[in-house]
RNA sequence: GGGGAGAUUCCCGAGUGGUCAAAGGGGGCAGACUGUAAAUCUGUUGGCGAUGCCUUCGUAGGUUCAAAUCCUUCUCUCCCCA
């Protein structure tokens, strides 16, 4: 089968899992552009790039021709999806709900344009949030099969630790959206991560029953990483694409030290570049760490913009180079008055104040353990005074262990 | 509604009156090795300038010289029966 633009492309860069109909997808898309969507739940103020590959696949398929919809879950996340999940999310208010579609809406904006003629932004809690109990069970429920529905992978996970009520209602909602959807602007694919597949087979068919129409669902594979940890957490926590809560340079560094195993894989699902430069890049003769940077840099601009992308990857030059040369600006860094190094501050007490040691002890065990180093010097004595000298150029530059950087900007 | 089991430090999971800041594993951090990778080995892993003190074993009380461990209240979870 000879596979339209848009499929073709995600099929390339890997992004196919499974597919309702294939071929009868390739056909609708090859007669026309076809609506498609999907939706991103905000249970948090920011997306993190296990976010992502729905929205880089949407995006090529927008490049294609195709137009999407991006659904922010504002009413279904207050219900919350139980798949894939061992336990019960925490109920979140109706306020921190509508905060977190205002800012995801906003991050999504700056990577996806949605011009509201061949894209759009929209909410479910605005065909959610006020529907009526009765006569959605009448109209709605009645199609749902209690007895297929516990069958479904996710639910039958959650048979073991326990399902409420309130959860297991979740994908009748979500199928009411791909009706509302296609009701609304003729939307016909939905594409989400795998763990959708049971949500949105369910939506398929309560369209078929509803509208006689036959749509279609597409789902990207579950990204995992080649040491088998969870796809974007680092030991500081899930990288967000918010600066506040992930600082470029920690952004860039996560993908910089990606796993050999994953470079090419990502470079596919998280860059634009062509396919064969990245064949050129992944090249077995070809420098891993060339690959790395490229990746970094390429997926930072995206999200960060090219200039602190730069930022960025001279702040890594600057702390890996050696020479110490280079630009320090993306370094995570804090302010400190002079007047206290005219005092001197303990060691300890200088790196527990940085994000590099949560605690006091922390940065204790670091010093004994070899891992506290002051401008390329190392600080085993824990009694060691930080004097105003070693201030070079207005910063003390502080590393925990070879690759955690700090700058401490002396004002 | 009745009966049973359970809630332990970041996670899983031992511990059933003092020797428990709490075994073991995972994860994290650091050291060695290296390529800012992986794998491996070692150390470390609640807080505090500390051979001690403070906080932590679902919640609130109680018994005791002493409680994660015993009693009571409450909350939540799972299983069986209705």
């Not at 999504?108 to 009526?132: E, H, P, Q, R």
Request: aromatic letters at 10%; glycine letters at 8%.
């Amino acid at each position: 089968m000879e596979l339209c633009e848009g499929l073709q492309v995600l099929q390339d860069r890997g992004f196919i899992q499974q597919c309702t109909d294939l071929e009868g997808l390739n056909n609708a898309m090859k007669a026309a552009p076809i609506t498609f969507y999907v939706g991103v739940d905000p249970t948090g103020p920011s997306i993190h790039v296990g976010h992502m590959v729905p929205v880089f696949a949407l995006a090529h398929l927008k490049r294609s021709g195709h137009k999407p919809v991006l659904l922010l879950g504002g009413g279904t996340a207050r219900i919350g999806d139980p798949s894939g999940k061992t336990e019960m999310r925490k109920m979140l208010t109706y306020e921190d709900i509508n905060e977190n579609v205002q800012s995801i809406q906003k991050q999504l904006s700056a990577v996806v344009t949605m011009d509201g003629k061949n894209g759009w932004f929209v909410n479910n809690a605005d065909w959610l949030a006020n529907l009526n109990y009765i006569d959605f069970l009448r109209e709605i429920g009645v199609h749902f099969s209690v007895n297929r529905m516990l069958t479904f992978e996710a639910y039958k996970k959650r048979m073991e630790t326990g399902l409420t009520f309130i959860e297991f209602n979740y994908q009748l909602l979500q199928s009411y959206d791909y009706l509302e959807l296609y009701r609304r602007k003729k939307c016909t694919l939905q594409i989400g991560g795998d763990d959708q597949w049971g949500n949105i087979v369910a939506g398929i068919d309560l369209v078929r029953r509803e509208e006689k129409a036959e749509v279609f669902g597409l789902t990207f594979p579950l990204i995992t990483r080649a040491d088998g940890k969870k796809m974007g957490k680092s030991e500081q926590g899930a990288i967000f694409l918010d600066p506040t809560m992930c600082s470029v340079y920690d952004f860039y560094q996560y993908w910089r030290n990606v796993d050999d195993r994953d470079v090419e894989k990502f470079l596919k699902l998280f860059t634009f570049l062509s396919l064969d430069e990245i064949k050129t890049i992944c090249a077995p003769d070809a420098d891993i760490n060339k690959a790395k940077e490229v990746l970094a840099w390429e997926y930072t601009k995206l999200i960060h913009g090219k200039e602190k992308a730069d930022e960025a990857i001279a702040a890594a030059k600057a702390a890996f180079g050696g020479d110490g040369q280079g630009d320090l600006e993306a370094m995570p860094s804090i302010e400190i008055a002079e007047s206290e190094f005219e005092a001197g501050i303990n060691i300890m007490d200088l790196f527990a104040r940085t994000s590099l040691c949560a605690s006091k002890s922390e940065a204790r065990r670091l010093v004994s353990q070899g891992g506290a180093i002051v401008n390329d010097e190392k600080i085993t004595d824990i009694d060691f005074i930080v004097k105003a000298g070693a201030v070079k150029d207005g910063n003390i530059i502080l590393k925990a262990g070879k690759k955690r950087f700090f700058r401490v900007i002396v004002k």
